[in-house]
Protein backbone atom coordinates (compact mmCIF):
# COMPACT_ATOMS: atom_id res chain seq x y z
CA UNK A 1 0.00 0.00 0.00
CA UNK A 2 2.42 2.33 0.78
CA UNK A 3 4.34 1.99 -2.05
CA UNK A 4 1.72 2.17 -4.37
CA UNK A 5 1.14 5.75 -2.13
CA UNK A 6 4.99 6.62 -3.01
CA UNK A 7 4.69 5.40 -6.73
CA UNK A 8 1.75 7.38 -7.39
CA UNK A 9 3.40 10.54 -5.49
CA UNK A 10 6.25 10.24 -8.12
CA UNK A 11 4.14 9.54 -10.68
CA UNK A 12 2.42 12.42 -10.40
CA UNK A 13 5.19 14.84 -9.71
CA UNK A 14 6.92 13.44 -12.80
CA UNK A 15 3.87 14.32 -14.84
CA UNK A 16 4.06 17.84 -13.61
CA UNK A 17 7.78 17.98 -13.93
CA UNK A 18 6.75 16.81 -17.45
CA UNK A 19 3.77 19.69 -18.15
CA UNK A 20 5.72 22.28 -16.82
CA UNK A 21 8.44 21.90 -19.27
CA UNK A 22 6.20 21.60 -22.39
CA UNK A 23 4.19 24.80 -21.53
CA UNK A 24 7.42 26.64 -20.65
CA UNK A 25 9.20 25.89 -23.86
CA UNK A 26 6.45 26.33 -25.88
CA UNK A 27 5.23 29.55 -24.27
CA UNK A 28 8.54 31.00 -24.95
CA UNK A 29 9.45 30.03 -28.01
CA UNK A 30 5.23 31.99 -28.90
CA UNK A 31 6.41 34.53 -26.61
CA UNK A 32 9.47 35.57 -28.28
CA UNK A 33 8.16 35.45 -31.71
CA UNK A 34 5.69 37.41 -30.77
CA UNK A 35 7.53 39.69 -29.86
CA UNK A 36 10.15 39.73 -32.55
CA UNK A 37 6.69 40.15 -35.32
CA UNK A 38 6.13 42.89 -33.30
CA UNK A 39 9.32 44.75 -33.60
CA UNK A 40 9.82 44.02 -36.89
CA UNK A 41 5.94 45.72 -37.62
CA UNK A 42 7.38 48.65 -35.48
CA UNK A 43 10.57 48.81 -37.46
CA UNK A 44 8.55 48.66 -40.46
CA UNK A 45 6.06 50.99 -39.56
CA UNK A 46 8.97 53.79 -38.84
CA UNK A 47 10.27 53.65 -42.04
CA UNK A 48 7.78 53.53 -44.16
CA UNK A 49 6.72 56.92 -42.77
CA UNK A 50 7.10 60.12 -45.20
CA UNK A 51 9.26 63.39 -43.33
CA UNK A 52 6.35 65.42 -44.57
CA UNK A 53 4.00 63.78 -41.55
CA UNK A 54 6.23 64.98 -39.09
CA UNK A 55 4.77 68.53 -37.60
CA UNK A 56 6.76 68.73 -34.99
CA UNK A 57 10.62 67.74 -33.38
CA UNK A 58 11.39 67.41 -29.71
CA UNK A 59 12.22 71.36 -29.62
CA UNK A 60 8.89 72.11 -29.95
CA UNK A 61 7.81 69.30 -27.38
CA UNK A 62 10.11 71.22 -25.02
CA UNK A 63 9.13 74.92 -26.19
CA UNK A 64 5.21 73.85 -25.19
CA UNK A 65 6.51 72.42 -21.91
CA UNK A 66 7.92 75.27 -20.83
CA UNK A 67 5.17 77.50 -22.14
CA UNK A 68 3.02 75.39 -20.27
CA UNK A 69 4.49 75.65 -17.25
CA UNK A 70 4.58 79.70 -17.05
CA UNK A 71 0.53 78.79 -17.73
CA UNK A 72 0.24 76.03 -14.98
CA UNK A 73 -2.08 77.60 -13.47
CA UNK A 74 -4.68 77.05 -15.84
CA UNK A 75 -5.18 72.97 -15.49
CA UNK A 76 -5.68 72.86 -19.39
CA UNK A 77 -2.43 74.64 -19.56
CA UNK A 78 -0.56 71.26 -20.83
CA UNK A 79 -2.88 69.94 -22.92
CA UNK A 80 -1.28 71.69 -26.14
CA UNK A 81 2.02 70.27 -24.83
CA UNK A 82 0.87 66.71 -24.43
CA UNK A 83 -0.55 67.13 -28.01
CA UNK A 84 2.70 68.02 -29.29
CA UNK A 85 4.73 65.43 -27.12
CA UNK A 86 2.66 62.48 -28.15
CA UNK A 87 3.56 63.41 -31.86
CA UNK A 88 6.93 63.46 -31.68
CA UNK A 89 7.09 60.28 -29.77
CA UNK A 90 5.29 58.82 -31.80
CA UNK A 91 8.23 59.67 -33.98
CA UNK A 92 10.09 57.48 -31.94
CA UNK A 93 12.13 60.60 -30.16
CA UNK A 94 12.66 58.00 -26.84
CA UNK A 95 13.45 60.74 -24.57
CA UNK A 96 9.72 62.02 -25.03
CA UNK A 97 8.77 58.57 -24.74
CA UNK A 98 10.13 58.23 -21.71
CA UNK A 99 8.94 61.60 -20.23
CA UNK A 100 5.24 60.79 -21.48
CA UNK A 101 5.54 57.16 -19.84
CA UNK A 102 6.14 58.49 -16.31
CA UNK A 103 3.23 61.63 -16.85
CA UNK A 104 0.86 58.52 -17.49
CA UNK A 105 2.36 56.48 -14.75
CA UNK A 106 1.71 59.61 -12.25
CA UNK A 107 -1.27 61.32 -13.57
CA UNK A 108 0.82 64.24 -14.55
CA UNK A 109 -1.01 66.53 -17.12
CA UNK A 110 -2.76 63.91 -17.81
CA UNK A 111 -5.19 61.14 -16.24
CA UNK A 112 -3.26 58.57 -14.87
CA UNK A 113 -3.14 55.45 -17.27
CA UNK A 114 -0.79 52.19 -16.69
CA UNK A 115 -1.65 50.71 -19.84
CA UNK A 116 -0.43 54.25 -21.53
CA UNK A 117 2.32 54.47 -19.57
CA UNK A 118 3.82 50.95 -20.50
CA UNK A 119 2.89 51.75 -24.05
CA UNK A 120 5.56 54.67 -24.01
CA UNK A 121 7.41 53.02 -21.96
CA UNK A 122 7.92 50.19 -24.18
CA UNK A 123 8.01 51.83 -27.34
CA UNK A 124 11.52 53.51 -25.64
CA UNK A 125 12.54 50.78 -24.26
CA UNK A 126 12.46 48.67 -27.65
CA UNK A 127 15.17 51.68 -28.82
CA UNK A 128 17.86 51.11 -25.95
CA UNK A 129 16.61 54.14 -23.85
CA UNK A 130 17.74 52.18 -20.09
CA UNK A 131 15.65 54.25 -17.95
CA UNK A 132 12.59 53.02 -20.12
CA UNK A 133 14.20 49.38 -19.72
CA UNK A 134 14.10 49.46 -15.97
CA UNK A 135 10.58 50.83 -15.82
CA UNK A 136 9.51 47.92 -17.74
CA UNK A 137 11.37 45.49 -15.43
CA UNK A 138 8.91 47.29 -12.59
CA UNK A 139 6.13 47.13 -14.30
CA UNK A 140 6.41 43.64 -15.16
CA UNK A 141 7.13 42.73 -11.66
CA UNK A 142 4.06 44.57 -10.22
CA UNK A 143 1.78 42.88 -12.62
CA UNK A 144 3.36 39.40 -11.51
CA UNK A 145 2.88 40.35 -7.47
CA UNK A 146 -0.67 41.20 -8.51
CA UNK A 147 -0.92 37.76 -10.24
CA UNK A 148 0.89 35.88 -7.63
CA UNK A 149 -2.34 37.50 -4.63
CA UNK A 150 -4.96 36.80 -7.37
CA UNK A 151 -3.75 33.23 -7.06
CA UNK A 152 -2.36 32.40 -10.71
CA UNK A 153 0.81 31.59 -10.14
CA UNK A 154 2.03 30.90 -13.73
CA UNK A 155 0.90 33.97 -14.99
CA UNK A 156 2.82 35.67 -12.04
CA UNK A 157 6.14 33.38 -13.16
CA UNK A 158 4.76 34.56 -17.23
CA UNK A 159 4.93 38.39 -15.69
CA UNK A 160 8.52 37.46 -13.71
CA UNK A 161 10.30 36.35 -16.62
CA UNK A 162 9.50 39.41 -18.73
CA UNK A 163 10.54 41.53 -16.30
CA UNK A 164 13.82 39.39 -16.08
CA UNK A 165 14.16 39.68 -19.80
CA UNK A 166 14.26 43.68 -19.70
CA UNK A 167 16.59 43.42 -16.70
CA UNK A 168 18.97 41.80 -18.86
CA UNK A 169 18.49 44.48 -21.12
CA UNK A 170 18.77 47.27 -19.22
CA UNK A 171 22.03 46.05 -17.52
CA UNK A 172 23.90 45.23 -20.90
CA UNK A 173 22.54 48.43 -22.21
CA UNK A 174 24.16 50.08 -19.30
CA UNK A 175 27.25 48.72 -19.70
CA UNK A 176 28.14 49.76 -22.88
CA UNK A 177 25.89 53.01 -23.40
CA UNK A 178 27.26 56.58 -21.92
CA UNK A 179 24.20 55.93 -19.50
CA UNK A 180 26.30 55.63 -15.84
CA UNK A 181 24.80 55.14 -12.61
CA UNK A 182 21.44 55.17 -13.22
CA UNK A 183 21.18 59.35 -12.64
CA UNK A 184 18.90 60.05 -15.52
CA UNK A 185 16.30 56.86 -14.29
CA UNK A 186 16.94 58.00 -10.43
CA UNK A 187 16.07 61.76 -10.81
CA UNK A 188 12.19 60.30 -11.38
CA UNK A 189 12.27 58.49 -8.82
CA UNK A 190 11.68 59.40 -5.23
CA UNK A 191 13.45 56.03 -3.60
CA UNK A 192 17.24 55.34 -4.82
CA UNK A 193 17.31 53.66 -8.29
CA UNK A 194 20.81 52.17 -7.98
CA UNK A 195 19.81 50.51 -4.57
CA UNK A 196 16.26 49.77 -6.36
CA UNK A 197 17.81 47.51 -8.98
CA UNK A 198 20.93 46.25 -6.62
CA UNK A 199 17.70 44.73 -4.54
CA UNK A 200 16.16 43.50 -7.70
CA UNK A 201 19.36 42.15 -8.90
CA UNK A 202 19.85 39.85 -5.91
CA UNK A 203 16.65 39.36 -5.78
CA UNK A 204 16.25 37.87 -9.15
CA UNK A 205 19.38 35.44 -8.20
CA UNK A 206 17.59 34.43 -5.17
CA UNK A 207 14.33 33.35 -7.33
CA UNK A 208 16.25 31.83 -10.19
CA UNK A 209 17.85 29.65 -7.65
CA UNK A 210 15.32 28.30 -5.22
CA UNK A 211 12.97 27.05 -8.71
CA UNK A 212 12.34 23.69 -7.92
CA UNK A 213 13.13 22.00 -11.81
CA UNK A 214 15.66 22.82 -13.64
CA UNK A 215 13.96 23.53 -17.07
CA UNK A 216 12.41 26.02 -15.28
CA UNK A 217 15.76 27.80 -14.27
CA UNK A 218 16.70 26.90 -17.93
CA UNK A 219 13.98 29.05 -18.98
CA UNK A 220 14.51 32.21 -17.04
CA UNK A 221 17.96 32.17 -18.94
CA UNK A 222 16.75 31.44 -22.23
CA UNK A 223 14.60 34.87 -21.52
CA UNK A 224 17.45 36.59 -20.85
CA UNK A 225 19.63 35.93 -23.54
CA UNK A 226 16.60 36.69 -25.99
CA UNK A 227 15.61 39.14 -24.91
CA UNK A 228 19.12 40.55 -25.03
CA UNK A 229 19.28 39.74 -28.76
CA UNK A 230 15.87 41.31 -29.61
CA UNK A 231 16.43 45.03 -27.95
CA UNK A 232 19.79 45.37 -27.38
CA UNK A 233 21.21 48.30 -29.35
CA UNK A 234 24.98 48.52 -29.48
CA UNK A 235 26.57 51.82 -29.65
CA UNK A 236 26.36 54.15 -32.46
CA UNK A 237 30.17 54.00 -33.84
CA UNK A 238 31.80 57.57 -33.98
Known amino acids: MIREVILTIVGLGLLYLGYTVVVMHFWSDS ?11 TERAMAARSPDQKLFDVKDCDRAIDQAKVQNADPSGYDEAVRICRHVGAWGDTGVQYILGTWYKQGKHVLQNDEESQKWYLAA ?78 GFVEHIKRQPFFPIRKTYEKMCREYVNLYYKPPAAH
Open 31 to 41: HLAVLSQELER
Open 125 to 202: AMQGHVPAQLEMVLAYLRQSETAEQQGDSHQAMDYGMEAYGWFCVAQKQAETSNFTGFDAWTATRTDDGPQLMQTIAN
